[in-house]
Every structure is written in structure tokens, then in C-alpha cells.
């Protein structure tokens, strides 16, 4: 069978750590929104028994068993006691790396759901989940795929309505932020500002952008804040260059914006000469991605 994917990246309208767990993990509070951005996987699953081989046009994305499609590929075939077929894997990156966007997991999720389509829907949507969540924490999510508040380590999700009427700007500087060194700051963070999440969820559904941008905040970032020299002038350029208001996604250091939909290419084009060393997106929200 020969497959063609798109793989969609996701922002965090609002992101609150709201406890940390004995073994480590952190217990989360957000509200996580599907958007157009997306990688591309392409190939073919053939009728024999073989191996998963992938390829890239990114340097630095390993093929072997760490990528997190191998990981995907073994786990399912492990659960599901089918002999692994041979998989030839072709993956085209467009969401940047280390942005917050979610990128590696969204692939995981989409190739997820592939392999038990193929195999006539081996699992129910529950034990996906469960498979998923033992890979990567925002892989339910992806599997999902729609708005929705978000909770526990990202096994909790509750689906929410997105009447939203706005583009999405995403900038993504030209560093990156490690998402352990986020999480590690946040546990020392002092007088933490929590995202009112009921009131996001009403502005959503109320098409009412002030309501929503005036209740976001993110842990995450004020603790990268304190230390995260990158993180604290990126910021300062875009609040001073750039007008409007900006947040981070997830653990950064993509930022993401809302614009008007007639004056969104307007808007790009402003950042982008402003921003010259950044790359820059213009993306829609999605309620659903059929795939």
C-alpha cells in the first residue's frame, strides 16, 4: 500500500504545570489546538515481512531506532503480535524541531494510526492511546487530533469547541530550547502566573480573541525566563518590532500570534522583514484533520 500523510503541529493556548509527581513526571493543565502546519510521510507498506526504513531530507533527525516512527513501528508490531512488515518511509519536515510545535509526536501519532488502518483497525482508539502514551506524552493528543483541554501527563483529554475566526502567525527563532531544561527551571519558579483555562475555553466557543489572549499564560516559559538569555531577548525584539501579542508554545521557543484573516499576509510579510533570521509561518486552526 502506498501512503502519503500530512502531519499536523499543534499550539498550546495556555499551559499550566500543576504539580510535580514523585517519579518525575510533571502533571499539566492546557488547552492543546491542531493547526495547518504540517510535515509530510510518504511511502509504501509492502505485503512482506521485513524491516522499517526511513529517510529524510533533514540533517540531524536520526533514522535508526531512536526516531520515534521506529519506536512506533516496533511498539505496534510488539502489541500486536503481527510479524513487523517491510515499510519503506519517506519524511519531509516543514515543523521545526525544539518549537514547542510537537512535531516528532504528531508523526508518531499519524503513522500510528496508518499501521492499524492497515491492518484492518488491529486496536481500538483506547489501546492507541494507551500505545502512544507510552512513547510520547503528547501523542494521545495527536491521535485525537482536535481541540482540547489537555491534563494529568497528556492521557487526560477533554474535547472543547474552537470558534476562533483568527489566522495563526508562528515565528520560530533560530535556536531552540530543550524541553528537560524547561521543565527543570519551572520546579524553581517562584509565583507562578496560571492560565485561567475555563475562561479560554469560553473565548474559544465565543469567538472572543480579547477573552482568550488575556487568560493565556505559560509555566513553562516564565520559567525559561529567568534563565534562558535567547529566550528573554527574542521576546523583547517581537514585543517591540513586531505589535501585538505573542506566546509561547509548549516548552518553546516557537512563539505564535493571532491576526485578523485580511490582514494576515500583511502581517507576515511585516515579520519577515523584521525577523529575517527567523522563519516564519502562516497557519489556520484545525477542528479536525481527516487524514
Given at each position: 500500500m502506498i501512503f502519503d500523510l500530512k502531519s499536523n503541529a499543534k499550539i498550546n493556548l495556555g499551559l499550566n504545570v500543576t504539580e510535580l509527581l514523585p517519579n518525575g513526571y510533571h502533571l499539566l493543565d492546557m488547552i492543546m489546538i491542531p493547526i495547518?502546519?504540517?510535515?509530510?510521510?510518504?511511502?509504501?507498506?509492502?505485503?512482506?515481512?521485513?524491516?522499517?526504513?526511513?529517510?529524510?531530507?533533514?540533517?540531524?533527525?536520526?533514522?535508526?531506532?531512536?526516531?520515534?516512527?521506529?519506536?512506533?513501528?516496533?511498539?505496534?508490531?510488539?502489541?500486536s503480535g503481527i510479524s513487523p512488515h517491510k515499510i519503506s518511509l519517506y519524511l519531509e519536515k516543514v515543523i521545526p524541531h525544539?518549537?514547542?510545535?510537537?512535531?516528532?509526536?504528531?508523526?508518531?501519532?499519524?503513522?500510528?494510526?496508518?499501521l492499524n488502518r492497515y491492518h484492518g483497525d488491529f486496536f481500538p482508539m483506547e489501546k492507541l492511546l494507551q500505545i502512544g502514551k507510552s512513547i510520547g506524552a503528547d501523542i494521545p493528543f495527536f491521535l485525537i487530533n482536535k481541540p482540547a483541554r489537555v491534563r494529568g501527563i497528556g492521557e487526560e483529554i477533554e474535547l472543547i469547541e474552537n470558534n476562533l475566526d483568527m489566522d495563526i502567525i508562528v515565528i520560530k527563532p533560530p535556536f531552540g530550547v530543550s524541553t528537560a531544561l524547561a521543565y527543570k527551571n519551572v520546579d524553581n519558579l517562584q509565583n507562578k502566573k496560571y492560565a485561567d483555562i475555563p475562561s479560554i475555553i469560553k473565548g474559544l466557543k465565543?469567538?472572543?480573541?480579547?477573552?482568550?489572549?488575556?487568560?493565556?499564560?505559560?509555566?513553562?516559559?516564565?520559567?525559561?525566563?529567568?534563565?534562558?538569555?535567547?529566550?528573554?531577548?527574542?521576546?523583547?525584539?517581537l514585543e517591540d518590532t513586531c505589535g501585538g501579542r505573542f506566546f509561547m508554545s509548549g516548552s518553546g521557543s516557537a512563539y505564535y500570534t493571532f491576526v485578523q484573516r485580511h490582514q494576515s499576509k500583511e502581517?507576515?510579510?511585516?515579520?519577515?522583514?523584521?525577523?529575517?533570521?527567523?522563519?516564519?509561518?502562516?497557519?489556520?486552526?484545525?477542528?479536525?484533520?481527516?487524514?
Amino acid at each position: 500500500m502506498i501512503f502519503d500523510l500530512k502531519s499536523n503541529a499543534k499550539i498550546n493556548l495556555g499551559l499550566n504545570v500543576t504539580e510535580l509527581l514523585p517519579n518525575g513526571y510533571h502533571l499539566l493543565d492546557m488547552i492543546m489546538i491542531p493547526i495547518s502546519l504540517s510535515d509530510k510521510i510518504s511511502g509504501e507498506i509492502y505485503d512482506t515481512i521485513g524491516d522499517l526504513e526511513i529517510k529524510t531530507d533533514t540533517a540531524g533527525i536520526p533514522t535508526d531506532k531512536r526516531n520515534i516512527l521506529y519506536k512506533i513501528y516496533e511498539k505496534f508490531y510488539s502489541e500486536s503480535g503481527i510479524s513487523p512488515h517491510k515499510i519503506s518511509l519517506y519524511l519531509e519536515k516543514v515543523i521545526p524541531h525544539e518549537a514547542g510545535l510537537g512535531g516528532g509526536s504528531s508523526n508518531g501519532a499519524f503513522f500510528l494510526k496508518l499501521l492499524n488502518r492497515y491492518h484492518g483497525d488491529f486496536f481500538p482508539m483506547e489501546k492507541l492511546l494507551q500505545i502512544g502514551k507510552s512513547i510520547g506524552a503528547d501523542i494521545p493528543f495527536f491521535l485525537i487530533n482536535k481541540p482540547a483541554r489537555v491534563r494529568g501527563i497528556g492521557e487526560e483529554i477533554e474535547l472543547i469547541e474552537n470558534n476562533l475566526d483568527m489566522d495563526i502567525i508562528v515565528i520560530k527563532p533560530p535556536f531552540g530550547v530543550s524541553t528537560a531544561l524547561a521543565y527543570k527551571n519551572v520546579d524553581n519558579l517562584q509565583n507562578k502566573k496560571y492560565a485561567d483555562i475555563p475562561s479560554i475555553i469560553k473565548g474559544l466557543k465565543e469567538n472572543n480573541l480579547k477573552l482568550v489572549e488575556n487568560n493565556i499564560e505559560n509555566n513553562l516559559e516564565q520559567g525559561l525566563l529567568q534563565v534562558d538569555t535567547n529566550i528573554v531577548d527574542f521576546r523583547k525584539i517581537l514585543e517591540d518590532t513586531c505589535g501585538g501579542r505573542f506566546f509561547m508554545s509548549g516548552s518553546g521557543s516557537a512563539y505564535y500570534t493571532f491576526v485578523q484573516r485580511h490582514q494576515s499576509k500583511e502581517k507576515v510579510k511585516a515579520i519577515k522583514e523584521h525577523l529575517q533570521h527567523c522563519r516564519v509561518y502562516l497557519c489556520s486552526g484545525l477542528d479536525e484533520y481527516i487524514y
